[in-house]
Each structure stands twice: as structure tokens, then as C-alpha cells.
């Protein structure tokens, strides 16, 4: 009677044990560690389009496939943002549906909830493959769902030219390299904004994608690209322009954040938080506010076309 008592007892405590322990990761992931607070003191200064101008507007956003509620409140932010100035496209920077691309499972409550109303407004997304959207044969119907002309595209819309690549795959794609090459050298669209998952420069988890960086950084900058778009890392930041192209990481999407590691040289801003891009391009300037989970703008910066390349 008592060994059994005990050894019953004994269970017990184990599950309670293991239920604390998984409670308290549980605190440490969402309350701790993701769930960001911070507020900007006072309003972040920001330039403003020339008065008059009739701009073309976008988001871009990436990391954020997991159905979180970070995933949910930046969904409903998006929202708002949309009713006040409504944007025609949504660029997605990979790793669209954790853990590993099964959008035919999870495209419920990992994409359509959370954007619902961008949906049936009719944005049109161009998504980018991320690493964990390429596993376990789930990568087709990834490409299907978003209606991906290919795993690497092009997309034209008023001043801009999209370039999405594959970034998991480009250097051992011999194809890709020479598509972006020609595809780049033959845009004469005033602005060239170069999508892809991995950063060419990060001072996340991640860091530097080198081999990326080696390959691609020639091009951009050869063929006058004017911004290079990533996520991989889970928080933002915004590089200083290397000759005359300009770097951003926007991956806090959605999934849980990153700590930032070593600080890379040329980095102008980095924060720890979920948030998407907001765009407003002109033939003449492309402004870009980073928005967090409260609306608020975290960061601005204003590019404006010159003709010649620094």
C-alpha cells in the first residue's frame, strides 16, 4: 500500500516538475524575452515627401509565419495603417510559415487570420523563400499558395523593380546568379529594391551571410540597386548605404525575437522588436518607417534619387 502511495506520489511530482519547468519556459520566451515593451520616449523625426507628390506605397515584413500574438496585434497594426494610407503590396521576407513551409496545414492561422483584412482589400503579396519554408516537400505548394511565378522572380510595379530571390539556394545556384545579373542590368526602373532571406550584413544571431555577400554585394552595386531587403535575423536593423546601396533586416515579423551579437560596422539602428516596413516611393524618394506592434514609428529614413551613385 505505501510503496505504491509513494511510487504514485513520485509521478506526480515528476509531472508537476515538468509542468513548472515548461510553465517557466514558457514565461522566459513570451514575457521576458519576446514580449517587447518598449515605447519611443518622444515622437522618432521623420522626413516628409515633397508636398504635392502622389506616392506608390508598399510593407515588407519577414519572420513571422508562427501564429503568435505579436504575429496577430502587428496583422491588426497593418490594418490600421492600410484604412489611413492604403498600400498595393506586401513583400514577405521569408520564413513565411514555421517550422518548415506546411502551408496547406497551417495557412489558416498562420497567414489568413492574421491579415485577413489586407486580404480581402486585395494587397498583393510577393513572398520570398525562406529557410524554413523549404523542408519536407512543402516548398511547392508554398510557392502555389502565394502564386510565385518561380523560386526567383521579378516583379515591375510604377517606379520600382522587384528582384526576389532564393537565398537558401544562391550560391550553388549557377542559374540564379546569372538570372539576377541580367535581370538587374536590364531594369531601367528608377528604383531596384533586391529581396531575399538572408542579410548580406547583420549584427544578429545570425550575423553575416558571407558567401551570399561575396556573390551578390558586386551586383547590387555594379547594376546601381538602391536597397537590399532581408529577415533571418528576428529584429530590425538598418545599415549605413555601401556605395550607394542600402541594407535593411526587417524580421521581427512575427516568431520570437533575437538578441543582437557582434555589432557589424556601418549599422546605424538596431532594436530588438516586432514590427513591419511601411514604404511611400516616388519617382524622386523613397521614404521608409519602421511601425512596432503599438504603431508606433521606430525608425524613418528618407532616400532620394540622385544621378550619380556614391
Not at 519547468?21 to 522618432?44: K, Q
Not at 542590368?185 to 529594391?193: H, L, T
Not at 547590387?220 to 533571418?232: E, F, N, P, R, V
Not at 548605404?241 to 515579423?253: A, D, E, K, Q, T
Request: hydrophobic share 40%; net charge neutral; glycine share 8%.
Amino acid at each position: 500500500m505505501l510503496k505504491r502511495f509513494f511510487s504514485s506520489l513520485k509521478i506526480r511530482l515528476a509531472l508537476l516538475f515538468t509542468l513548472m519547468a515548461v510553465a517557466g519556459w514558457w514565461v522566459w520566451a513570451y514575457l521576458w524575452n519576446d514580449f517587447d515593451f518598449s515605447r519611443p520616449e518622444t515622437p522618432i523625426p521623420c522626413q516628409s515627401l515633397t508636398p504635392g507628390s502622389k506616392p506608390m506605397r508598399f510593407i515588407a515584413f519577414g519572420d513571422y509565419g508562427q501564429g503568435t500574438p505579436f504575429q496577430n496585434q502587428l496583422g491588426q497594426v497593418m490594418a490600421s495603417v492600410y484604412r489611413q494610407t492604403p498600400y498595393d503590396i506586401a513583400l514577405l521576407l521569408g520564413d513565411n510559415i514555421y517550422p518548415d513551409g506546411n502551408i496547406q496545414k497551417l495557412a489558416k492561422t498562420h497567414f489568413e487570420d492574421p491579415y485577413k483584412p489586407l486580404i480581402d482589400n486585395q494587397v498583393r503579396f510577393l513572398a520570398a523563400i525562406g529557410d524554413h519554408d523549404d523542408h519536407r516537400g512543402h516548398l511547392e505548394d508554398e510557392m502555389a499558395y502565394f502564386k510565385m511565378p518561380g523560386k526567383f522572380y521579378q516583379v515591375s510595379y510604377g517606379p520600382v523593380d522587384f528582384f526576389v530571390l532564393n537565398t537558401t539556394f544562391f550560391v550553388r545556384s549557377p542559374e540564379q546568379r546569372a538570372w539576377i545579373e541580367k535581370a538587374l542590368a536590364g531594369s531601367k526602373a528608377r528604383w531596384k529594391i533586391v529581396i531575399g532571406h538572408h542579410p548580406l550584413y547583420s549584427s544578429g544571431r545570425n550575423g553575416n551571410t558571407e558567401g551570399l555577400r561575396e556573390i551578390l554585394e558586386p551586383m547590387l552595386i555594379k547594376y546601381h540597386a538602391d536597397l537590399y531587403l532581408a529577415g533571418h535575423d528576428h529584429d530590425y536593423e538598418r545599415f549605413k548605404p555601401v556605395s550607394g546601396v542600402s541594407y535593411v533586416i526587417s524580421g521581427g515579423g512575427g516568431s520570437y525575437l533575437y538578441d543582437f551579437r557582434q555589432v557589424q560596422p556601418g549599422s546605424l539602428v538596431r532594436l530588438k522588436t516586432h514590427h513591419f516596413l511601411l514604404f511611400e516611393v516616388t519617382d524622386q524618394q523613397l521614404l521608409m518607417k519602421a511601425i512596432n506592434r503599438f504603431g508606433d514609428v521606430i525608425d524613418c529614413t528618407l532616400w532620394e534619387k540622385t544621378h550619380k551613385r556614391l
